[in-house]
């Protein structure tokens, strides 16, 4: 089995094939021994704490059959500003779905039975802490019967009580009998209410000794509506839509104690702008000196604030170039990289490059700009593989993957992740939303046959369902078969919320 501490603001499932991964997803697909993993129990979003899933038919059966027979105990911590009418009593009611939230029915036939054991613990600076033994594992079971006996937890505002950061309600103990010695075994985990949920995440999924660049905030989805909060090595990068306000400068110095910050204005109207007026701007402690380095699931990159808008390494993309170095896409889908013939197109700073030559592939990079393939050059450089092993192709990716084709240059990988937006002389104007299927179809002519396809794009407009569809329909008119296929949004560190929408769409293709 695998327990997990789950922070707040996090499901435990994907509610929808394109919305953000939940934990199952995340840990199902992450690495092979996690292939089988199947969930036993759920959290909701909003609570933290132990979440359990099973790793083998075996264990399965044994932890559902306990949960079936309501033999695993669990105990729940929260926190409300108002105390329980009495310092220990069992809640019970019939609960039944009222919209977006639930609410008990006296006597209800149609309801689902709930039950729920309070014991008020302590008092701590005016607020309450509780511990709750659901006796049955209904949805929001909890979060009902605190508010309904006049306790509301804090941060749940759904359900009556005052706004706060994170719903202040975690999983703490849970016991059972272990599914392969059958001896009683018990987890615990002290609550961390203190901790933003924002904060939490970013903890449970980076391990900052060989990850030092991530996105600490991520806009509304972390409660920070139109602003945006990078980590570079010691260093934060802030982008909004203007200027830093004072008041934010001093949240991020006392958040992440940096020894610099720089801002950015975000704007599409970047086009034609020198590097010096489109680049981060030095806002707080150290100016940074030309280019640093930075970690990325233990390979290094080269980082630039005074290069111009883009500082060379796209954040979103971590997980998919992990999966390039990990020679794994996903649960039902292997990947040799090894020995294979990797092209990477619109390679801007070659950072999936470097992770397909790190995985043992022979790597090409194709990129418009001489200036971000010299970058490139550098970060093969920077992780000891040596680049003229390799190789970098200036021009443009139409005209060149044409050539390739006429030449009858075949790769086992092909990579694209092209601008939302482009302009070539050779080839004219490039739109993701428009023109993507167009960019398959000349790919797909260097693509050996079993081979594999990655396709990304960032054009928000763009719809998941269209972009797949449009990929299907360029693979179909080719005469060639997809044999596995793999949707990811973006990782858990670019949340997706109703205010806060996805915006990168990415899938991995075996094409026959």
Same mark, same amino acid.
């Given at each position: 089995?695998?327990?997990?501490?789950?922070?707040?603001?996090?499901?435990?499932?994907?509610?929808?094939?394109?919305?953000?991964?939940?934990?199952?997803?995340?840990?199902?697909?992450?690495?092979?021994?996690?292939?089988?993993?199947?969930?036993?129990?759920?959290?909701?979003?909003?609570?933290?704490?132990?979440?359990?899933? %099973?790793?083998?038919?075996?264990?399965?059966? %044994?932890?559902?059959?306990?949960?079936?027979?309501?033999?695993? &105990?669990? +105990?729940?911590?929260?926190?409300?500003?108002?105390?329980?009418? =009495? +310092?220990?009593?069992?809640?019970?009611?019939?609960? =039944?779905?009222?919209?977006?939230?639930?609410?008990?029915?006296?006597?209800?036939? %149609?309801?689902?039975?709930?039950?729920?054991?309070?014991?008020?613990?302590?008092?701590?600076?005016?607020?309450?802490?509780? &511990?709750?033994?659901?006796?049955?594992?209904?949805? !929001?079971?909890?979060?009902?019967?605190?508010?309904?006996?006049?306790?509301?937890?804090?941060?749940?505002?759904?359900?009556?009580?005052?706004?706060?950061?994170?719903?202040?309600?975690?999983?703490?103990?849970?016991?059972?009998?272990?599914?392969?010695?059958?001896?009683?075994?018990?987890?615990?985990?002290?609550?961390?209410?203190?901790?933003?949920?924002?904060?939490?995440? &970013?903890?449970?999924?980076?391990?900052?000794?060989?990850?030092?660049?991530?996105?600490?905030? !991520?806009?509304?989805?972390?409660?920070?509506?139109?602003? $945006?909060?990078?980590?570079?090595?010691?260093?934060?990068?802030?982008?909004?839509?203007?200027?830093?306000?004072?008041?934010?400068?001093?949240?991020?110095?006392?958040?992440?104690?940096?020894?610099?910050?720089?801002?950015?204005?975000?704007?599409?109207?970047?086009?034609?702008?020198?590097?010096?007026?489109?680049?981060?701007?030095?806002?707080?402690?150290?100016?940074?000196?030309?280019?640093?380095?930075?970690?990325?699931?233990?390979?290094?990159?080269?980082?630039?604030?005074?290069?111009?808008?883009?500082?060379?390494?796209?954040?979103?993309?971590?997980?998919? &170039?992990?999966?390039?170095?990990?020679?794994? @896409?996903?649960?039902?889908?292997?990947?040799?990289?090894?020995?294979?013939?990797?092209?990477?197109?619109?390679?801007?700073?070659?950072?999936?490059?470097?992770?397909?030559?790190?995985?043992?592939?022979?790597?090409?990079?194709?990129?418009?700009?001489?200036?971000?393939?010299?970058?490139?050059?550098?970060?093969?450089?920077?992780?000891?593989?040596?680049?003229?092993?390799?190789?970098?192709?200036?021009?443009?990716?139409?005209?060149?993957?044409?050539?390739?084709?006429?030449?009858?240059?075949?790769?086992?990988?092909?990579?694209?992740?092209?601008?939302?937006?482009?302009?070539?002389? $050779?080839?004219?104007?490039?739109?993701?939303?428009?023109?993507?299927?167009?960019?398959?179809?000349?790919?797909?002519?260097?693509?050996?046959?079993?081979?594999?396809?990655?396709?990304?794009?960032?054009?928000?407009?763009?719809?998941?369902?269209?972009?797949?569809?449009?990929?299907?329909?360029?693979?179909?008119?080719?005469?060639?078969? @997809?044999?596995?296929?793999?949707?990811?949004?973006?990782?858990?560190?670019?949340?997706?919320?109703?205010?806060?929408?996805?915006?990168?769409?990415?899938?991995?293709?075996?094409?026959?």
């Amino acid at each position: 089995m695998l327990v997990v501490n789950k922070p707040p603001g996090w499901n435990t499932h994907s509610p929808s094939p394109y919305a953000g991964e939940g934990i199952y997803e995340w840990f199902k697909h992450r690495e092979p021994r996690w292939s089988k993993l199947a969930i036993i129990h759920r959290l909701d979003k909003e609570t933290s704490g132990l979440l359990v899933f %099973s790793k083998t038919p075996e264990s399965n059966r %044994s932890l559902t059959q306990q949960f079936e027979q309501g033999v695993v &105990r669990k +105990e729940y911590t929260l926190i409300s500003m108002r105390p329980p009418a =009495k +310092e220990k009593f069992v809640a019970r009611s019939m609960l =039944k779905r009222m919209g977006d939230k639930y609410a008990s029915q006296a006597g209800s036939v %149609s309801g689902l039975d709930a039950e729920t054991e309070f014991e008020l613990l302590r008092e701590a600076d005016g607020l309450f802490v509780i &511990r709750a033994r659901p006796r049955t594992g209904r949805t !929001h079971q909890i979060r009902v019967h605190a508010s309904e006996n006049g306790f509301p937890i804090l941060g749940d505002v759904l359900y009556g009580g005052s706004k706060r950061d994170r719903l202040c309600l975690s999983s703490t103990r849970i016991e059972f009998q272990h599914p392969a010695t059958n001896a009683k075994t018990a987890f615990v985990q002290e609550e961390e209410f203190a901790t933003p949920g924002w904060r939490l995440i &970013r903890s449970a999924i980076v391990d900052e000794s060989d990850t030092t660049a991530f996105r600490r905030i !991520h806009g509304a989805s972390d409660g920070f509506a139109n602003w $945006q909060i990078d980590q570079f090595g010691s260093n934060i990068l802030s982008q909004s839509a203007g200027f830093l306000p004072a008041d934010q400068i001093e949240k991020v110095r006392k958040w992440f104690e940096p020894l610099s910050v720089y801002h950015k204005i975000t704007t599409p109207h970047v086009r034609g702008t020198a590097p010096k007026e489109s680049s981060p701007q030095h806002i707080s402690g150290s100016s940074i000196d030309g280019p640093f380095i930075v970690r990325e699931n233990s390979v290094n990159y080269e980082i630039n604030f005074s290069e111009g808008y883009s500082v060379g390494l796209f954040l979103d993309q971590r997980d998919n &170039r992990r999966r390039l170095l990990k020679s794994h @896409i996903a649960a039902d889908f292997p990947i040799q990289v090894k020995g294979a013939e990797v092209l990477n197109t619109f390679a801007y700073t070659c950072a999936f490059s470097v992770c397909a030559a790190l995985a043992g592939a022979r790597v090409t990079s194709l990129d418009l700009s001489k200036k971000y393939l010299d970058w490139g050059r550098r970060n093969f450089a920077l992780n000891n593989v040596d680049p003229a092993q390799h190789d970098f192709i200036f021009g443009d990716v139409f005209d060149w993957l044409k050539r390739l084709a006429k030449k009858g240059r075949l790769f086992d990988v092909v990579l694209l992740d092209p601008p939302t937006f482009s302009q070539s002389k $050779q080839t004219g104007l490039f739109r993701a939303e428009s023109d993507y299927g167009k960019l398959v179809g000349e790919a797909l002519r260097v693509l050996r046959p079993g081979g594999t396809l990655f396709c990304s794009t960032n054009a928000a407009r763009l719809e998941p369902e269209k972009f797949l569809a449009t990929i299907h329909q360029s693979i179909a008119a080719a005469h060639r078969k @997809i044999l596995r296929e793999h949707y990811f949004p973006q990782p858990p560190d670019f949340p997706i919320s109703k205010s806060e929408p996805a915006y990168l769409k990415t899938a991995w293709f075996q094409v026959e």
